[in-house]
């Protein structure tokens, strides 16, 4: 089989990329090897290393297998298909998003070190560096990363190691500009790192747009189906991936194989699903944009949004994120999230089926009274790809 290269489109990564077929047996997809520890030919002779900077298959990176908490082929199978899919040097699979994260911080940062956050940030980014990194020494600022001047101009009154953005940020789906943001972080010699789970890398690729780190939750949108919690990091320098990977092995944050497998399984289908989110959310937000009980709708696919142009420029689509504020207020709000058919009121987003939930008391819960709190009328969609009109028909019905 011929192999694969970088050059492929980006769908046939997403289903070749580490995943060449077992060379012993034949098996199109890489098997689940469930296993702690390896054979060694002789002390020291670990299999699987002749794969070693070949640059293809799920041995790129390993010296050959001795534990898997170091490396596992397949895990490595993914950590490949994702370093394909947002143009990386290497990407790493972790248990979670937040693991994720936490190895990127204590990987870049210092005690004494400052980190820009975005001011509405995800509620466990913002738990993560309010309650355990600001013990480690590590401190942050939140800033609207959706306006490029005041984080310039945070960036001269507090300085920061690291310049940390979402966009879309979750729940208000606010949009940076990833390219602008790079320049201001690297003209202070800081690092920009891009949580990218809302977008995908199908719909949005900021290794390209001058980030240094790709953070996502693969939970969400590139697992897909809401059946495993995984997180990730792709970075475009070699030796910030050497320090990751050390500290993934030091401290044993990574994902084991069966999750390693289902994420890679689900990423398989994340262009043709990216592509009915985004439809779905289009006309659930214009939907929406058009209700008498709907306050305001936040979409980056609308043309009256702040972001839309931003968006319209680094993004292939907008996505199937949709946020509104209910013309009723908080208690109607709350009251709608228990009375939808289809939506399942729940936390999380990106798998196939719809959620809907309240954020301020949900997913949020942990910025309320900090300056990132949301709106108590606000509700989340993540719309899902079942069919529109039940969508549509469904959300009505609980608008009512
Ligand atoms: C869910 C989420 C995370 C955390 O990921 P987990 O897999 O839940 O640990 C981080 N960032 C964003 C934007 C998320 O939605």
Same mark, same amino acid.
């Given at each position: 089989?011929?192999?694969?290269?970088?050059? $492929?489109?980006?769908?046939?990564?997403?289903?070749?990329?580490?995943?060449?077929?077992?060379?012993?047996?034949?098996?199109?997809?890489?098997?689940?090897?469930?296993?702690?520890?390896?054979?060694?030919?002789?002390?020291?002779?670990?299999?699987?290393?002749?794969?070693?900077?070949?640059?293809?298959?799920?041995?790129?990176?390993?010296?050959?297998?001795?534990?898997?908490?170091?490396?596992?082929?397949?895990?490595?199978?993914?950590?490949?298909?994702?370093?394909?899919?947002?143009?990386?040097?290497?990407?790493?699979?972790?248990?979670?998003?937040?693991?994720?994260?936490?190895?990127?911080?204590?990987?870049?940062?210092?005690?004494? $070190?400052?980190?820009?956050?975005?001011?509405?940030?995800?509620?466990?980014?913002?738990?993560?560096?309010?309650?355990?990194?600001?013990?480690?020494?590590?401190?942050?600022?939140?800033?609207?990363?959706?306006?490029?001047?005041?984080?310039?101009?945070?960036?001269?009154?507090?300085?920061?190691?690291?310049?940390?953005?979402?966009?879309?940020?979750?729940?208000?789906?606010?949009?940076?500009?990833?390219?602008?943001?790079?320049?201001?972080?690297?003209?202070?010699g800081a690092l920009l790192a891009v949580d990218n789970t809302f977008a995908s890398p199908y719909l949005q690729q900021p290794l390209a747009l001058g980030a240094d780190t790709v953070i996502h939750s693969t939970t969400k949108y590139l697992g897909g189906h809401s059946d495993v919690v995984g997180g990730a990091?792709?970075?475009?320098?070699?030796?910030?991936?050497?320090?990751?990977?050390?500290?993934?092995?030091?401290?044993?944050?990574?994902?084991?194989?069966?999750?390693?497998?289902?994420?890679?399984?689900?990423?398989?289908?994340?262009?043709?699903?990216? $592509?009915?989110?985004?439809?779905?959310?289009?006309?659930?937000?214009?939907?929406?944009?058009?209700?008498?009980?709907?306050?305001?709708?936040?979409?980056?696919?609308?043309?009256?949004?702040?972001?839309?142009?931003?968006?319209?420029?680094?993004?292939?689509?907008?996505?199937?994120?949709?946020?509104?504020?209910?013309?009723?207020?908080?208690?109607?709000?709350?009251?709608?999230?228990?009375?939808?058919?289809?939506?399942?009121?729940?936390?999380?987003?990106?798998?196939?089926?719809?959620?809907?939930?309240?954020?301020?008391?949900?997913?949020?819960?942990?910025?309320?009274?900090?300056?990132?709190?949301?709106p108590s009328d606000l509700v989340r969609l993540s719309v899902g790809i079942e069919n529109i009109d039940d969508l549509i028909e469904d959300l009505r019905a609980a608008l009512g």
């Amino acid at each position: 089989m011929a192999q694969i290269d970088r050059g $492929d489109g980006f769908e046939t990564l997403a289903i070749h990329a580490g995943q060449e077929p077992d060379p012993l047996t034949g098996a199109v997809v890489p098997p689940i090897y469930q296993v702690s520890t390896y054979k060694q030919d002789g002390v020291g002779g670990l299999r699987g290393g002749s794969m070693a900077g070949a640059g293809t298959g799920p041995g790129r990176w390993v010296e050959g297998y001795e534990y898997s908490r170091t490396a596992n082929p397949t895990r490595g199978a993914l950590e490949e298909c994702l370093a394909a899919l947002e143009g990386g040097v290497r990407a790493l699979a972790f248990a979670s998003g937040m693991a994720a994260e936490d190895c990127l911080v204590r990987a870049v940062c210092q005690p004494g $070190d400052h980190v820009l956050i975005p001011h509405d940030a995800y509620g466990g980014t913002f738990r993560l560096f309010d309650k355990v990194m600001a013990h480690w020494g590590v401190t942050y600022h939140p800033v609207p990363v959706s306006d490029t001047e005041a984080v310039r101009a945070a960036m001269a009154a507090h300085g920061a190691r690291l310049i940390w953005v979402e966009t879309p940020t979750n729940p208000l789906l606010s949009i940076a500009d990833i390219g602008a943001l790079a320049e201001v972080a690297h003209s202070a010699g800081a690092l920009l790192a891009v949580d990218n789970t809302f977008a995908s890398p199908y719909l949005q690729q900021p290794l390209a747009l001058g980030a240094d780190t790709v953070i996502h939750s693969t939970t969400k949108y590139l697992g897909g189906h809401s059946d495993v919690v995984g997180g990730a990091l792709a970075v475009s320098d070699a030796d910030l991936a050497e320090r990751l990977a050390f500290l993934q092995n030091a401290v044993g944050s990574a994902g084991g194989p069966f999750d390693a497998w289902l994420t890679l399984r689900g990423v398989k289908t994340l262009a043709v699903r990216m $592509d009915r989110h985004c439809d779905n959310g289009a006309q659930v937000a214009a939907m929406l944009a058009n209700h008498p009980r709907v306050a305001q709708v936040y979409y980056p696919g609308l043309a009256d949004h702040p972001g839309h142009e931003v968006a319209a420029k680094q993004m292939r689509g907008f996505g199937g994120m949709v946020s509104f504020r209910h013309a009723g207020g908080e208690a109607a709000a709350v009251e709608m999230c228990g009375r939808t058919r289809l939506f399942t009121l729940g936390e999380s987003l990106g798998g196939v089926e719809s959620l809907i939930e309240h954020p301020a008391r949900m997913t949020h819960a942990s910025v309320a009274g900090s300056p990132l709190e949301v709106p108590s009328d606000l509700v989340r969609l993540s719309v899902g790809i079942e069919n529109i009109d039940d969508l549509i028909e469904d959300l009505r019905a609980a608008l009512g």
